[in-house]
């Protein structure tokens, strides 16, 4: 498989649920990116990975939790959310977060619905 | 700071009508510019982009210029298809910081 893959693709829980998020890369970049992509807003950066070493996190809510066990993989453990979180969340990578010239490669997303 | 402003939409074309969207940045430096594009159910892929000043990014038959001097870098394609259905987003990238735009979302009907 190549690419930028995620699962799951649609994911409806509670609020009081606790789930995760699965981000794979298969392109030998060594930067990960989580994105939050809400109906009619810019497209919201949440945290960047750079050789497994987090180097952002854009003020992001404690409920939120990454984990990137090696560039390859990275998670998005989410727990106690509100509905307002429902949205699509992107998955990227690149080959390194500190290039000027840093294309992102984008996985298909997961669809999340907060009831 | 950084920053990206694209045109609102939607747009609503006609096939093979003339396609432009409008993006405008905010920048010291020289950033890279970007336009990526998502099709439904689908994240965003590259479509094409500009590294310095006066390059020109093609890709698809889309073209964008990166104008310093207008700080812009609008998306054109000649004659649109309906397979074109897509949202655009104009990004860059200025210092390790990436920005995107709102996004357009272009609808093409035979």
């Known amino acids: 498989e190549t690419g930028v893959t995620q699962t799951p693709r649609h994911l409806v829980m509670g609020m009081t649920n606790k789930k995760s998020l699965k981000c794979e890369q298969h392109?030998?970049?060594?930067?990960m990116y989580w994105y939050k992509q809400s109906a009619k807003k810019p497209l919201e950066l949440m945290f960047v990975?750079?050789?497994?070493?987090?180097?952002e996190n854009n003020s992001v809510p404690s409920r939120f939790s990454p984990e990137c066990p090696n560039s390859s993989h990275l998670f998005l453990h989410l727990h106690t959310l509100q509905p307002e979180d429902s949205a699509l969340y992107l998955c990227?990578?690149?080959?390194?977060?500190?290039?000027?010239?840093?294309?992102?490669?984008f996985g298909p997303g997961t669809r999340l619905t907060v009831l | 700071g950084n920053s990206v402003t694209q045109m609102e939409g939607p747009v609503t074309l006609s096939e093979e009508a003339f396609l432009t969207i409008n993006c405008t940045y905010t920048?010291?430096?020289?950033?890279?510019l970007f336009w990526y594009v998502q099709y439904p159910g689908e994240g965003l892929q590259l479509l094409l982009k500009?590294?310095?000043?006066?390059d020109k990014g093609s890709n698809k038959g889309f073209e964008a210029t990166y104008r310093k001097e207008t700080t812009s870098f609008h998306l054109e394609k000649g004659s649109v298809q309906v397979s074109d259905s897509a949202v655009y987003f104009c990004a860059l990238i200025n210092n390790n910081d990436m920005r995107f735009g709102a996004g357009t979302r272009l609808t093409v009907k035979p």
């Open positions: 920048a010291t430096g020289y950033p890279s």
């Open positions: 990227a990578s690149s080959q390194e977060a500190t290039s000027g010239n840093n294309e992102q490669f």
């Open positions: 500009a590294t310095k000043a006066d």
């Open positions: 392109l030998g970049h060594n930067a």
């Open positions: 990975y750079n050789f497994k070493e987090q180097t």
